[in-house]
């Protein structure tokens, strides 16, 4: 287990908020736990270290959402999703982290420019959908930040407040459950991992708690403006990370 305390200042709010994400509130917040948390621990290793707390989330993120799928979605999101796992599970340990972020944080300011600046409308073509849940499965298997593509596809669609929370959690729960194979492959679930995820287990559930009860009481249009100002931030911080790394 890790003992380092400069690790829990950070994973703490990082989980939290995670959490806060599976709970209903901003989805995507999750995208930014990793890089926290690698501040002192390896990338690598604090997806490890989220990946079992992640699935114990989502069991208790699917009590509470799963009747709300949108699962006529979830068969167009789930398989190139899963291409996007097995992928991502080969370049895994060489792919740079910032190369990674360039391309997620591009792609999600190039959306909210032509959502927000130039109005526009319509749903995702479907080839564009197919690659934006492909990236998603892809990008969730390097740093857990799946959160944005799969963004840009639901958003678009206008889903009620429900639906749209719905669907993210049973499509994440799904995910999160394929990578525990290649994790396990690379021994990245070893005991210390384990041991220190187990640890930050009632932050998890803190968290999901938090997000669940916010949710309940806050209307559809904010969740909206919640997402989307939350992508911003994210494709702001990811830009400016893998600019800086380069």
Known sequence: MITDIWFYLSAIPAVFFYGMGKGGIGGILGV??????????????????????????????????????????????????????????????????????????????????????????????????????LLSGFSSTIAHAGGPPASMYLLPKKLPKEQLIGTSVVFFAGLNFVKLVPYSYMGQLDEQNLMTSLLLVPIAFLGVRTGVRLVNIISQELIYKISYSVLFITAIKMLYSGIVTL
Do not use: R, T
């Open 32 to 133: 930014l736990s990793v890089p926290l948390m690698a501040m002192s621990v390896s990338p690598v290793q604090a997806a490890a270290i989220l990946l079992p707390l992640l699935c114990g989330m989502d069991l208790m993120a699917l009590f509470y959402h799963h009747k709300n799928c949108n699962y006529a979605e979830l068969k167009i999101m789930m398989p190139f999703a899963v291409l996007g796992v097995i992928i991502a599970s080969y370049f895994m340990e060489n792919l740079p982290p910032h190369l990674v972020e360039l391309i997620i944080g591009g792609l999600a300011l190039i959306f909210l420019v032509q959502k927000l600046l130039l109005k526009a409308s319509g749903q995702p073509k479907l080839i564009k959908g197919y690659m934006l849940n």
